[in-house]
Structures are given as structure tokens and as C-alpha cells.
């Protein structure tokens, strides 16, 4: 495979953007008549950018934490995935899932956002060429989350001096290191200096 793939249908960056109902953890809100600094701004500037070439296969990250909640679990299904099994207890119980269940879909945007928080710091962004996803079991309320990440695969491009694509598998994990997602994701890496 060449590393010269399209842009076709992952999400790179942080897909949870400023939305203001996932993603925010326990962090204190602040009163209306301060500005909160954009958290992304301070990470960015903190981390130390990662190119192709620091990249190697068998390299590890880690990062987390993002406690699922039971409203954010129901707010995010409302919007985004409104089955039964995710926004009601009743026909949770009921359903395979055998209980209140956060979306796969809510899970896998948590990782999204614990992935732009890791030392994963890639020169131009988290940008997906595509990618397998599964969820073994189902998060509930209460889950901490966490991820770790292992390069699996480095892929220059022969076309593109500039860039190559990184085959990543990225495992989600709660609080008692039980798989709740297995990710993995190509993802697109600019080299530092062509050549």
C-alpha cells in the first residue's frame, strides 16, 4: 500500500470540537463573564510536534482520562445515535447491550479527544486515511476512560517525499483495563525533511 491514500472518510483533529455537552470531563466551568483559554492552544503549545521520523514501529502513548456520565451519555445519543439502549434505562436493560449504554460512536469521540490530548503530537494534526473500529463491550456511566496507543506500521510514500502514513492501533480502556474500543486508524505524517 502506498501511503499516497485519499481523505475519504475518517475525522482527523479533534472531532469534538467546542461542543459543549461530551468531551469536557470534570474540568471546572468557569462563570459566564470569563474566557476559559481554548484548551487546544495550551496543549499545542506544550507538546513538542512529531514528525515521520520520530516515529517507530512498536512506539507507545498513552493518555486519559474521560469519565462517561450518565446525561452526557443521553445528551450525545439524543443528538447523535437516538436508540432506545442509549438514552433509557428500561430499554437498555432489556436490549443486548443489557443496560444503559453510551453510543459506540460517544466512545470513540472520547478516545478522538483523548488522542489529540497525547504526547501523539503529529506535525500537522491527527488526520485519518481510514481505519477498522470495534467495540467489545459497551462503556456505562461511571466508566473512566483511557487510551494506549502502539505504532503498528510506517509507510513512506514513494510519490510524496513529504509525508507517509502510520498505521496505529489505539485501545480504549476503563477502569478496570477492560477493551471498550479497538481503533486501528492510517493516519497521515509529514516528515520533518524530505528526503
Known amino acids: ?8 472518510g475518517s475525522v482527523g483533529g479533534d472531532a469534538l470540537g467546542d461542543c459543549g455537552m461530551v468531551g469536557r470531563g ?9 474566557k476559559e483559554q481554548p484548551r487546544r492552544n495550551l496543549l499545542s503549545m506544550a507538546k513538542q510536534k512529531v514528525y515521520l521520523e ?4 512498536g ?3 498513552s493518555a486519559g482520562s474521560y469519565e462517561m456520565t450518565e446525561q452526557r451519555m443521553k445528551e450525545f445519543a439524543a443528538e447523535f445515535d437516538p436508540q432506545p439502549f442509549h438514552l433509557e434505562e428500561e430499554a437498555g436493560a432489556r436490549s443486548i447491550l ?3 449504554a453510551a453510543s459506540g460512536w460517544h466512545t470513540a469521540a472520547a478516545t478522538m479527544r483523548m488522542l489529540v490530548e497525547s504526547d501523539l503530537a503529529l506535525s500537522e494534526g491527527i488526520v485519518g486515511v481510514g481505519g477498522e473500529i470495534s467495540w467489545p463491550r459497551p462503556t456505562r456511566a461511571g466508566d473512566v476512560l483511557r487510551i494506549e496507543c502502539e505504532v503498528l506500521e510506517i509507510l513512506p510514500s514513494r510519490s510524496k517525499p513529504m509525508q507517509g502514513i502510520a498505521r496505529i492501533r489505539t485501545t480504549t480502556l476503563n477502569q478496570n483495563n477492560e477493551v471498550a474500543q479497538l481503533f486501528t486508524s492510517s493516519v497521515v ?3 520533518r525533511n524530505p528526503g
Open 59 to 61: 512506539q507507545k502513548f
Open 26 to 34: 470534570r474540568r471546572k466551568r468557569l462563570p459566564h463573564h470569563k
Open 98 to 100: 443489557k443496560g444503559l
Open 189 to 191: 505524517v509529514f516528515r
Open 1 to 8: 500500500m502506498d501511503a499516497d491514500g485519499g481523505f475519504g
Open 54 to 57: 520520530d516515529l517507530h514501529v
